[in-house]
């Protein structure tokens, strides 16, 4: 009977070992400093357990994804369905506890439209390979913000807001996870301002607009002008 249960226990906690071990994120960070002309400047740090020993570890950044800098392991940069992505590695293979962090600039994600400002993010874009247990976003803008941000995720749709915890003070928003995020959840947050908080005239619609108006003006007058040498 002693060896009955002995051998019982022995295989629980061998079947506990093989179903607890898993690769996960135990906690992922998203800072994210918006400038005046749009442009983003994020920094992500991310604490990963390994269990399986993998060789590399995929860590998604964003479309445009420029002045790349990590830290964790040895990496390089590559592309992956349009997205650019940093893919550590380690031919020993990771195992245990190992934080990753990675800066870089996203270029302009606003637009105008009817009168308004509008911004968008995709965070993390792509999604990471292992669920994250707890995710935190902290979002700081040039001006204050006037209205409530809208929140998309590939798992939750437009209700993903109910599972987090968001709060805005002044001109920074913050959101934290309520909920363990899924392998490859991605997570969207737009936000409409009032008229000139950001400084987009160097956007090309915009730009085009100017010329276009710019070139009737001076029709225009050319057109006075000749009209009244005719008289």
């Known amino acids: 009977m002693r060896k009955l249960l002995l051998i ?14 898993s690769d996960e ?35 998604p950044l964003g479309t445009d994804a420029g002045n790349i800098t990590a830290s964790g392991a040895s990496y390089r940069s590559r592309t992956l369905d349009g997205v650019k992505c940093i893919i550590f ?3 020993s293979g990771f ?11 996203l270029p302009c994600t606003m637009w105008e439209s009817g009168g ?16 994250i247990n707890r995710f935190s976003l902290t979002i700081a803008f040039p001006g204050d913000i006037t209205a409530f941000p809208l929140w998309h995720s590939a798992y939750y749709g437009d209700v993903i807001d109910n599972y987090m ?3 805005i003070k002044d001109n920074t928003v913050t959101a934290k996870s309520n909920i363990v995020f899924r392998d490859h959840e991605t997570l969207s947050m ?28 001076l029709y ?8 009244f040498a005719l008289l």
Not at 220 to 227: F, M, N, R, T
Request: hydrophobic content about 45%.
């Open 190 to 217: 737009s936000l409409a301002f009032e008229p000139d908080v950001f400084e987009l005239k160097h956007l090309a619609e915009q730009t085009v607009t100017f010329d276009r108006a710019a070139f009737f003006m």
């Open 165 to 167: 915890s968001i709060q």
């Open 8 to 21: 019982f226990i022995c295989l629980t906690l061998l079947l506990n070992n093989v179903f607890a071990a």
């Open 95 to 105: 195992l245990g506890n190992q934080t990753f962090q990675c800066t870089y600039t």
């Open 89 to 91: 590695e380690n031919e």
């Open 220 to 227: 225009a007058v050319c057109i006075l002008y000749w009209l």
């Open 25 to 59: 994120i135990g906690e992922m960070d998203v800072r994210i400093d918006v400038d005046s002309n749009g442009t983003c400047r994020v920094t992500v740090r991310a604490e990963v357990r390994f269990a399986d020993r993998p060789t590399t570890f995929e860590f």
């Open 116 to 131: 308004q400002q509008h911004f968008k993010v995709n965070i993390p874009e792509r999604g990471m390979a292992y669920p």
